[in-house]
């Protein structure tokens, strides 16, 4: 807390949640050739020595999962498969760095559009509300 205050002190870091987009293989349940998954945990291992990475996962094909939607009353369910006309997830990470920038430039080393890598992978990071963030902007 500062001086005096019982507010907390902003972080000094932000947290990102970077999503990797599904493709067509993903979606059939395909999964990534052993080289990517070393390849992967590699750079997995390499953002946790950092003390980047919180937590990192990959996704089950949309056809394993169901889809919640809210209007008046209770939630209506889908079940998948889902088309990919939208932007399915297939994995994501939680990062923590100081700065949008050094959340892109850690991102740019993952090993995808390498040789036997998927050369399609668009991530997309987006900032994290903290609780106290979120308190504190309203």
């Not at 972080?11 to 599904?22: D, E, G, H, P, Q």
């Not at 998954?37 to 999962?65: D, I």
């Not at 399915?88 to 080393?109: C, Q």
């Amino acid at each position: 807390t500062l001086a005096g205050s019982t507010i907390p002190k902003r972080s000094l870091t932000m947290r990102f949640m970077v999503i990797v987009k599904a493709s067509k293989d993903s979606e059939a349940g395909v999964m990534p050739s052993t080289e990517l998954l070393t390849s992967m945990g590699t750079f997995n291992e390499g953002m946790c020595k950092a003390g980047v990475m919180e937590a990192g996962e990959g996704l089950h094909p949309t056809a394993k999962g169901a889809r919640i939607r809210y209007g008046s009353g209770e939630g209506s369910v889908s079940r998948g498969p889902f088309a990919l006309s939208g932007d399915p997830v297939a994995g994501f990470w939680l990062i923590n760095t100081k700065s949008l920038e050094e959340a892109i430039d850690w991102m740019k080393r993952a090993p995808f559009g390498r040789p036997n890598c998927p050369p399609t992978t668009d991530d997309r990071s987006r900032s994290i509300w903290r609780t106290a963030s979120v308190s504190s902007s309203w």
